[in-house]
């Protein structure tokens, strides 16, 4: 039997933990990253963010300041399918 998070993982998490007088800000946007791990031989195809692009996507929703940033895992299979989410949020 699998233990927890082997079959199947969904968890947002807050991308930094400083939240000193954090405001929520009133928009988001989402950056999508996927991921797919061949299990035999462990390579892996991945896309990272860079700090452009999530400024980027950030004015494409409207936000000037962003405030905080969370961080949603999703993934299958001991990692075989991963999908990570940048939930961006601000005003």
């Keep these: 039997m699998a233990g927890p ?4 993982t969904n968890v947002t998490l807050p991308y930094s933990t400083d939240f000193n007088n954090t405001p929520q800000g009133s928009k988001y946007c989402v950056l999508t990253d996927h991921r797919i791990k ?21 004015r494409k929703a ?4 962003i405030t905080y940033i969370d961080v ?7 990692g075989v ?11």
């Design 81 to 91: 399918y991963t999908r990570k989410k940048l939930i961006v949020y601000g005003d």
């Design 62 to 65: 409207g936000i000037q300041n």
């Design 5 to 8: 998070g082997q079959l199947y």
């Design 38 to 58: 061949e299990p035999v031989s462990s390579y892996g195809v991945t896309v990272e963010w860079s700090m452009d692009q999530i400024q980027s996507a950030a």
């Design 72 to 78: 949603q895992t999703i993934s299958f299979l001991l």
